[in-house]
């Protein structure tokens, strides 16, 4: 039996529970928000046969095959928020020690937090990443302008609308010591790789706007990436002590692939309706094991 640990206001939880329902998978609904706000847990270290979640669903976590964890905070009241501490750092601390699978541990090494130290990951590993500046000097932010189209970008791994940045927009920074991180701007179609294990599904979209995600009509299909990439991909995402990671590119006209991130909690639900939901599928494999 799989576990599924979120909430069930989160869209790719929705989402997941829904496929391992139509594949005829066991599933136990590990609905975190409602343990902190009235539920209970157990959780041992190291993990002992009783621990077990109260939430949704009384969930002995003995009785799982392996957890698909995305802990989204959706609650409101001082009560509510202290026991989702309370509850985070002791689930945390038992899937980072837990012989189950995991997607994805919360001990995983990642730097998509901070984006500048990711861009920096991304080059050591051989990756083509668009040249990038943050900055809270507007000479050196207008410099960097001069150079060619750019976009701005969130500093930490916030889900964000990315939008193209003009001198225009510069007064803003007038007086202010906050940062701002700009990079260049690739013109091409944008391509979004889902690492599941060693498996690679990717899909790719031809749109004319800045950022592709907020285009209904954009062109999109399902994509095969070159075999050198894929096979990089698998072993960075291992790297990092992922099992399920979304990597996003820009193809120029000359084929290249400039990597934009890897985002070690990837809301799949869109670009597994892209490709036939082979994402779930291979998500309940890797947990089923």
Not at 1 to 13: E, F, L, N, S
Not at 58 to 73: K, N
Not at 200 to 210: L, Q
Request: proline share 6%.
């Amino acid at each position: 039996m799989i576990g599924i640990a979120g909430t069930r206001a989160d869209p790719v939880m929705l989402h997941f529970a829904t496929r391992c329902v139509v594949a005829g998978v066991p599933f136990a609904d590990l609905d975190l928000v409602e343990a902190a706000t009235r539920g209970d847990w157990r959780l041992s270290l190291p993990p002992a046969p009783d621990d077990r979640i109260s939430g949704a669903e009384d969930v002995r976590l003995a009785d799982l095959s392996g957890v698909y964890v995305r802990p989204i905070y959706l609650g409101t009241t001082d009560r509510a928020r202290t026991r989702w501490s309370g509850l985070l750092e002791g689930m945390n601390a038992w899937l980072d020690v837990t012989a189950q699978t995991v997607v994805n541990r919360p001990g995983a090494y990642q730097f998509n937090s901070y984006k500048p130290a990711h861009y920096a990951w991304l080059a050591a590993r051989g990756l083509p990443v668009p040249p990038s500046l943050m900055s809270s000097d507007r000479q050196h932010v207008e410099a960097f302008l001069a150079g060619g189209r750019t976009v701005v970008k969130p500093i930490c791994g916030t889900r964000a609308t990315t939008r193209e940045l003009t001198a225009d927009d510069l007064g803003r920074l007038a007086g202010s010591d906050v940062p701002v991180l700009v990079q260049r701007l690739v013109p091409g179609d944008d391509v979004r790789a889902h690492v599941v294990g060693g498996s690679v599904i990717a899909a790719r979209f031809t749109s004319e706007a800045i950022d592709y995600r907020k285009d209904r009509g954009a062109d999109r299909r399902p994509v095969e990436l070159p075999d050198d990439l894929a096979t990089l991909l698998v072993q960075l995402t291992a790297e990092q002590g992922l099992l399920f990671a979304g990597w996003d590119f820009k193809v120029d006209r000359d084929g290249t692939y400039w990597c934009l991130e890897c985002n070690p909690m990837p809301g799949y639900s869109h670009y597994d309706r892209v490709c036939d939901h082979r994402i779930s599928d291979e998500l309940i494999r890797l947990l089923q094991r």
